[in-house]
């Protein structure tokens, strides 16, 4: 195929938004097949639904010994204090002028906390935690929310289950569909 | 320069809307280039009247620089930069940059000049060693070079990015005092080249039951958003060059994804990871940050287009005006739903507006340059614009939008701004 033809089934993509009915357009195929093993190492992220999560497991006490050495300097004492982003609490004032979005407050999903804390924190050493201690310090900011008790136990099977209090206040735009240019 | 010409034509120019504001042809008309010159001087930071200089200057009597490998901005330029630039405390890549707008013209913003909004810093990345990968619910799950994206078919298409946080203080119950470029300058246009996302999702085989993707960064925050299906096939690109060159590493380097129209956050940067879901992922950055809390305590969630939008940009806080006279008001308009229609000009504080000239390309998704001639008589004034996009949508009022959604809301901020103009020359942040 020439260069043109080549642009020409491009364009027929992009300007048209795919050639309905035509037969498969012709592009270059230069990815390589990635293995399972590659992906797992790869994928990191959790869906709501707690798909995704690795085994591990952690309580709020094992949390707690973990948020003292590696987060509370930035969040403060139990969540509350910064100098970074306030990590609880806030229940009662989304309604307010001064709206407290925490964890406990505002967060929809439990899953979240997980897929976060383990892919961005603690800042300076991201990546650095193990599954369980993601677990333990997540359990941990979820007892001093109050949404869980201070014996559960949080893991794969647990974590999901969490409904977090905010998470019915969410109202889901439909996504909007561009015109085709 | 010519001013008794130029006064004999704008003497003449009819008025189109209240306290002085020109017809929108009156620069248009013969010489407009020697008119639109003596305009634009007007808005020079410092006092022009200074002696003339020698007859011969220094430049003309010894060789300039040598030639160089890559250029920069003259040294005389030096103060135009990135502005308030903050950071998380403690932190030097949590924050934001933003882009001087008072300080440029036309539609597209120098790469050097781009707003940045980073989460954890800008990583090194070595194009040779970063990989991208495809997967999830797709028949063969790829992995692509960089190297080799660049044997895709591309495309070029000049747009803005808007964080969706821009203007964020303009919800504040008393206007910043900041310049307009610290208030609104998180909203950049380049012209980005690469290869449209659809593509390689094509190439992968996309399982029918998906309905969204999630991409991620390979930054220090490994940033990640979920993208409906329908915008990722539709005219999402993986972008490799902004304004010609590759990206450079606040953008994103080597590749970044780019979302025409949306919230700047979901535009990934350093896109390491696609990974193509049934569901949205819920990352930290659409559920507890870029999510839009109205006055009722619930929350709209997957906002993205940014909404129709305009802010005059000379005059405007930062320059100030050197006395009554002559002048090019000049600003920028754009929309995440589309082109921008027409953009109104009012300098009796919104009573009267007159329609702007829109400086040619008006494309879809990208800034669009607005000017209008206005005579200012020194009196104190308040200058405003309202742009209306090609859906029909018009820019509402700081009080429509408040009454609307609230104050608590942070993103999406895209009221009419209202500058005041004092006799003294200086430009202020107004709620008017």
């Not at chain 1, 979005?101 to 899953?111: D, F, K, L, N």
Request: glycine share 10%.
């Amino acid at each position: 195929m020439s260069t043109r033809e080549a642009l020409a089934v491009a364009t027929c993509v992009i300007v048209f938004g795919g050639c309905a009915g035509t037969a498969p357009r012709e592009t270059p195929n230069l990815g390589r097949a990635a293995t399972q093993a590659e992906i797992a190492g790869w994928d990191i992220s959790i869906a709501p639904d707690g798909r995704g999560l690795p085994r591990g497991a952690g309580t709020p006490a094992d949390g707690a010994l973990v948020y003292a050495q590696k987060c509370q300097v930035c969040h403060g004492d139990k969540g509350v204090g910064g100098p970074n982003d306030r990590l609880v609490g806030g229940q009662g004032t989304l309604a307010s002028k001064t709206p407290v979005r925490t964890i406990g407050s505002y967060w929809p999903y439990a899953t979240t906390v997980f897929d976060y804390v383990r892919r961005s924190m603690p800042f300076f050493q991201p990546h650095s935690l193990t599954d369980s201690e993601v677990y333990a310090v997540t359990a941990y900011l979820l007892s001093l929310n109050g949404i869980i008790g201070e014996q559960d136990v949080m893991n794969a099977e647990t974590l999901p289950k969490v409904k977090m209090p905010n998470r019915d206040n969410f109202i889901l735009v439909q996504p909007w569909k561009p015109r085709v240019q | 320069m010519r001013p008794r010409r130029r006064d004999r034509r704008f003497d003449d120019a009819r008025d189109a809307a209240g306290n002085g504001v020109l017809d929108r042809r009156a620069f248009l008309r013969g010489g407009a280039g020697a008119v639109a010159t003596g305009a634009f001087m007007a808005y020079a930071p410092s006092d022009a009247s200074a002696a003339s200089p020698p007859e011969t200057p220094s430049g003309m009597t010894t060789p300039g620089a040598p030639l160089s490998p890559y250029g920069s901005p003259a040294t005389f330029e030096r103060e135009v930069t990135r502005t308030l630039i903050r950071s998380q405390p403690g932190t030097t890549g949590a924050g934001a940059s933003r882009t001087p707008l008072e300080a440029l013209e036309g539609m597209i913003t120098p790469s050097g000049l781009h707003f940045e909004r980073h989460h954890n810093g800008v990583p090194t990345i070595d194009p040779a060693q970063h990989q991208l990968l495809i997967h999830g619910m797709v028949a063969r799950p790829l992995i692509f070079t960089v190297a080799s994206l660049q044997r895709y078919p591309m495309e070029s298409r000049i747009h803005f990015l808007e964080c969706s946080g821009n203007s964020a203080l303009m919800y504040g119950a008393t206007p910043p005092t900041l310049t307009c470029g610290q208030t609104h300058g998180l909203v950049s246009c380049s012209e980005w080249t690469g290869v449209p996302l659809r593509l390689l999702l094509e190439e992968a085989g996309v399982d029918p039951r998906a309905d969204w993707v999630l991409a991620e960064g390979a930054d220090a925050a490994a940033m990640s958003r979920s993208v409906p299906m329908a915008k990722a096939m539709d005219d999402a690109m993986l972008a490799l060059y902004q304004n010609g060159e590759r990206l450079r590493p606040e953008n994103g380097y080597p590749v970044r994804l780019f979302l025409p129209g949306y919230e700047g956050n979901m535009s990934v940067k350093w896109l390491r990871r696609i990974k193509v879901t049934d569901t949205p992922t819920m990352t930290k950055d659409e559920t507890s940050k870029y999510t839009d809390l109205r006055a009722d305590g619930t929350s709209l969630m997957f906002t993205y287009p940014m909404e129709v939008k305009s802010v005059i940009t000379r005059p405007a806080p930062g320059l100030k005006m050197t006395g009554p006279g002559l002048y090019e008001l000049s600003g920028i308009a754009w929309s995440g739903r589309g082109k921008i229609r027409k953009v109104e000009v009012s300098a009796d504080g919104g009573q009267t507006w007159a329609e702007a000239v829109l400086a040619a390309p008006v494309l879809a998704y990208a800034l669009t340059r607005f000017r209008i001639a206005w005579k200012w008589n020194g009196a104190p004034t308040v200058l405003k614009s309202r742009a209306t996009d090609d859906a029909g949508r018009v820019q509402p009022t700081r009080d429509e939008l408040i009454a609307q959604q609230g104050a608590n809301v942070v993103y999406h901020y895209h009221a009419i701004q209202a500058w005041r103009v004092e006799s003294t020359g200086e430009v202020k942040n107004v709620y008017a």
